[in-house]
Structure formats: structure tokens, C-alpha cells
């Protein structure tokens, strides 16, 4: 296959390269691990798959936790949140807002998304089972060695995923091929995932399963609050608002553990005095008068929390009507560890940016070498921003081949 494109990795990253190739008569050949295609895809945000979000390009690229987010800047403005809900629309899919910026299909079914990826291309030009083993750079292309077969190709497109989730055949093997051909990469580490706390699970194991609605978490030596919900469970903390923040926990453990701040009520800070002065007047006890504001088994837990030993709400002092106030607005959660990168749902890592055309995501010193998607050290919060960027990046290689491949 001279004189073709070899896309490793049938993920939304490789499946949007494929699209583009498809789109300009330029051969290809997607070698795809598992015997189905898009296994992570599949499994995102409950089977629903948060697709993109309402975010302009320039707010998409400040939500982005990296020193490197403007790298994508070339990419997003290619291909970014508007064209790919215009691409999944040509393709018969809507999608439908929700919580004011989030993107899912009409369906509810992330299989949509997937149907809608592989509407225009070709089923004959993708190999199921077929695990790369090593790339190697030739004077006229590459050539890509599989267990039964050795593919020769002048473009190759890695977008094999990072190691998150290995069971949906996402091992991060792009790093070893990076590593054989002299690419520089980042060790991944976990930064989309649920939290460990001792604490929670032998101090507060009673409130495994208790869920808080619109809840901000602030943590140690970071400045930005997180909003949204939280689930304890019965290893520590998750639930949207965790996985959103998660990312910044990973370097503050390598120094040792950390507290995270959470609020017990989405009820807002400001009507809490009035709040609390009404709940006075009507002569309420303790439980009965955090009971308004959040749960029993929370509200037991602030009392025990702050050694309460009285039980009417108009016998605390100043102080402990303060500390009161303090615990339900910023309640402490000791944080010792987070789950292995092989359990994070994204993972930060891969491909050193510095390696990188931003206008091409082609090596730098491999022409005609590509890595697209989370193979790459780009990575967002939760709300559609990973799968963004995964076909964003894509259609960027996809585009810098066809570029090349028509003029040459």
C-alpha cells in the first residue's frame, strides 16, 4: 500500500482522520486491536457520549488545565465544537444541549455517534484484530508490523489512545512506538478519575451512596472552585464535580495528602443567614434546621463533626453557629491517593507537544508520521472536551495529509 495512509487505532481520533481521507479519495487502512471499533467511545458518559460543548474556541482553550492549551488553537479553529455538531448533523445525527454547554446525540446512545462516524467509510478499509506491534521509518515511508501482516505505507496516523480504560484495548501502545523512533513522551498519569479517602471510608463509610446536588469543592493550593454533583462512595469521593478536578490532584500528592473543601448544599452562601436567623425565630433543633438546608445522614454527620452536645439551634453560641456555617460551605475531606492510570477515564501524558507541528500534529522530524487524540499530551476537564479534541486532531492530520498527498 504505497503511497496510502495507515490510521493505528479506530478510536473517534482515527475514525475522524479516516472521514477526511474518505472524503478526498486518498487510500487508507485502519488497523483496529479489538474485533470491534471504538470499545472507550462507547462507554463514554454513561453510554450516552458527552460529544462536544457550546464553547467558544477561545473559552474552550481557557478551560484547558495545560501550560501548552494554545497548541490547540490551529486545530479548534479548523475543527472545532461548531463543526463537529454540523459534521454528526450531515450525518443524520442531532444533538441536544444540556446543562447549558454540553452536547449529547438525540438518541441518548453514544452507539449513534459511532454510526454516524462510519457512515461514509468503507468497511473493507478496516482490519479488526489486528495489534500493531512496532512502526519503523523507511527512506520512502513507514512500514507497520502487525502479528500476521507488515503494512507498507508513505503516512501513518497513530491514535492508539492513552492507557486509561485498558480493557477497552486502550494500552497507550503509541508511546512504545513513539519510544523506538526517538519521540519524546510524558509518563501518563491519572487526570480524569474518582478520589481515595481513609477517611471516607472508615470515619464516613455511613455515607456511602450519598449523593449532593450543585455542590462546589474547593482544593488545597488551588485557586479555581469546581461545581457540580458528588457521590460518596465507599473508597472516597466521585461524581462529575470530582472527575472535573481530579486532574489537579495528581502533582499535589506526589508532596503528600490533601483536603478538599466541599459544600454540603447547593442552597446559596448568601441566604444563609437570613436562612439560619428564620429557622431561630421558629425555635427549630439542630437537625431539623441543617435538615433544610441538606441531608439527615449529613447533617448528623456536621453535628458529630463539631462534638455538638446541645440540641436546639438558638442554644449554640456565635462561634458555633459560625463553625456551623463553615463546615456546611466548606466541609474538610482528607484525600490519601487517587486510582491507578489504568482506572482514570483520561489520562495526562503521551507524545510530547514540543514534538509536534500545532498546524498538522505531524513529528516534527518524521515527515508523514502522525499522533492524533489522547496518544498526545492534550487533555480537557469533562464535558466533551477529550472527544473534541480527539476529532478535532484528527481531521487536522487527516487534512495535512490530503494537503500533501494532493500536491505531491
Known amino acids: 500500500m504505497r503511497d496510502?495512509?495507515?490510521i493505528v487505532g479506530g478510536g473517534p481520533a482515527g475514525l475522524m482522520a479516516a472521514n477526511v481521507l474518505e472524503k478526498h479519495h486518498i487510500p487508507y487502512l485502519i488497523l483496529e486491536k479489538n474485533d470491534q471499533l471504538a470499545k472507550k467511545l462507547l462507554l463514554t458518559g454513561g453510554k450516552r457520549c458527552n460529544v462536544t460543548n457550546e464553547r467558544s474556541v477561545a473559552g474552550f482553550i481557557e478551560d484547558?488545565?495545560?501550560?501548552?492549551?494554545?497548541?490547540?488553537?490551529?486545530?479548534?479553529?479548523?475543527?472545532?465544537?461548531?463543526e463537529i455538531k454540523q459534521f454528526l448533523k450531515d450525518r443524520g445525527l442531532n444533538l441536544l444541549l444540556e446543562e447549558g454547554y454540553k452536547y449529547?446525540?438525540?438518541?441518548?446512545?453514544?452507539?449513534?455517534?459511532?454510526?454516524?462516524?462510519l457512515k461514509d467509510l468503507d468497511q473493507n478499509k478496516i482490519m479488526y484484530q489486528s495489534s500493531v506491534k512496532a512502526i519503523k521509518k523507511l527512506n520512502d515511508g513507514y512500514v507497520v508490523m502487525t502479528k500476521n501482516q507488515d503494512y507498507h505505507a508513505s503516512y501513518v496516523i497513530v491514535a492508539t489512545g492513552s492507557n486509561a480504560y485498558p480493557t477497552t484495548g486502550s494500552s497507550g501502545d503509541g508511546i512504545v512506538f513513539a519510544n523506538h523512533l526517538g519521540i519524546?513522551?510524558?509518563?501518563?498519569?491519572?487526570?480524569?478519575?474518582?478520589?481515595?479517602?481513609?477517611?471516607?471510608k472508615q470515619k464516613f463509610k455511613h455515607l456511602q451512596g450519598v449523593s449532593i446536588q450543585g455542590t462546589t469543592l474547593k482544593m488545597d493550593g488551588i485557586k479555581q472552585l469546581f461545581h457540580g454533583d458528588l457521590l460518596f462512595t465507599h473508597q472516597g469521593l466521585s461524581g462529575p464535580v470530582v472527575l472535573h478536578a481530579s486532574e489537579h490532584v495528581y502533582p499535589l500528592l506526589e508532596k503528600g495528602s490533601i483536603h478538599?473543601?466541599?459544600?454540603?448544599?447547593?442552597?446559596?452562601?448568601?441566604?444563609?443567614?437570613?436562612?439560619?436567623?428564620?429557622?431561630?425565630?421558629?425555635?427549630?433543633?439542630?437537625?431539623?434546621?441543617?435538615?433544610?438546608?441538606?441531608?439527615?445522614?449529613?447533617?448528623?454527620?456536621?453535628?458529630?463533626?463539631?462534638?455538638?452536645?446541645?440540641?436546639?439551634?438558638?442554644?449554640?453560641?456565635?462561634?458555633?453557629?459560625?463553625?456551623?456555617?463553615?463546615?456546611m460551605y466548606a466541609f474538610p475531606i482528607e484525600i490519601d491517593s487517587m486510582p491507578s492510570i489504568e482506572h482514570a477515564f483520561v489520562n495526562k501524558g503521551g507524545i510530547a507537544i514540543e514534538e509536534l507541528d500545532q498546524s498538522s500534529m505531524e513529528v516534527k522530524s518524521s515527515s508523514g508520521l502522525y499522533f492524533i487524540g489522547e496518544i498526545t499530551d492534550l487533555?480537557?476537564?469533562?464535558?466533551?472536551?477529550?472527544?473534541?479534541?480527539?476529532?478535532?486532531?484528527?481531521?487536522?492530520?487527516g487534512e495535512s495529509i490530503a494537503k500533501k498527498y494532493n500536491t505531491g
Open 184 to 200: 519524546k513522551t510524558i509518563p501518563f498519569s491519572p487526570a480524569e478519575t474518582y478520589l481515595l479517602s481513609s477517611q471516607v
Open 4 to 6: 496510502s495512509v495507515i
Open 104 to 117: 449529547f446525540p438525540e438518541t441518548h446512545k453514544s452507539l449513534s455517534v459511532l454510526e454516524a462516524l
Open 64 to 82: 484547558l488545565n495545560m501550560p501548552h492549551r494554545k497548541f490547540l488553537y490551529h486545530a479548534l479553529t479548523s475543527f472545532g465544537p461548531k
Open 260 to 327: 478538599v473543601r466541599i459544600s454540603l448544599t447547593s442552597i446559596p452562601i448568601q441566604d444563609y443567614d437570613q436562612s439560619i436567623a428564620n429557622l431561630l425565630d421558629e425555635n427549630k433543633t439542630i437537625v431539623q434546621s441543617l435538615e433544610s438546608f441538606t441531608s439527615k445522614r449529613l447533617a448528623s454527620t456536621i453535628i458529630e463533626h463539631l462534638h455538638l452536645k446541645k440540641n436546639y439551634l438558638k442554644e449554640l453560641s456565635k462561634k458555633e453557629l459560625i463553625d456551623l456555617k463553615n463546615m
Open 379 to 397: 487533555q480537557g476537564p469533562i464535558g466533551g472536551y477529550n472527544l473534541t479534541i480527539a476529532f478535532s486532531t484528527g481531521h487536522l492530520a
